[in-house]
């Protein structure tokens, strides 16, 4: 009977962890802090890779880069022909700091009720799980775009290894790969 309700409780983590980290961003949107999060490990990201991340459309992207840029954490500049490049500010890499610190700690406390021993087999299934969610390898960059990518670089990460295991390229920290 447990098993049946596995999918509706996944929902429930779900909420429950989106609304922890809600709330330990809560004077930015979950898609500026996305953008954030992202350019802070994948500096000179262009407009375009940055959209195809956050699920945006170009203009929608724009539009998010416009508020980030007027709150001084992000600056655009010219890239190779007709691409506009963006990077964070020093003040965007303290706020993308503050944020995954902050992110770490919710997700922290919400598995404090988990002995060592649990943590192991939830590691053992969360991984699983996000082997196959990375999947179409388009997905890979969306499903990690809040991840600390330098603490789940490499071997470490169940997104990467799931690339690698179907002979896609995973991206390395500092360098973003999309189509």
């Known amino acids: 009977m447990r098993e049946e309700l596995a999918a509706n409780w996944l929902g429930a983590l779900a909420s429950a962890v989106d609304g922890g980290i809600a709330e330990a961003a809560a004077e930015h949107s979950g898609t500026a802090m996305a953008a954030v999060l992202t350019l802070s490990y994948f500096p000179d990201t262009t407009v375009g890779e940055l959209a195809n991340v956050l699920g945006l459309t170009g203009s929608g992207a724009v539009r998010l880069l416009d508020r980030l840029e007027r709150d001084g954490l992000v600056r655009r500049y010219a890239g190779q022909g ?7 500010t020093d003040a965007g890499r303290q706020l993308a700091e503050n944020l995954q610190r902050r992110r770490l700690h919710t997700l922290e406390w919400i598995l404090a009720p988990l002995t060592d021993s649990e943590r192991r087999q939830f590691a053992t299934l969360v991984d699983k799980i996000l082997r196959h969610a990375a999947l179409p390898a388009d997905r890979a960059r969306t499903v990690c775009r809040l991840c600390d990518h330098m603490r789940c670089d490499g071997d470490a990460c169940p997104v990467g290894g799931s690339l690698r295991d179907n002979g ?11 189509e």
């Not at 007709?82 to 964070?88: E, I, K, T």
């Not at 896609?168 to 999309?178: H, I, K, N, S, W």
């Open 82 to 88: 007709r691409s506009v490049m963006a990077r964070l």
């Open 168 to 178: 896609e390229a995973p991206p390395r920290a500092g360098v973003l790969e999309v």
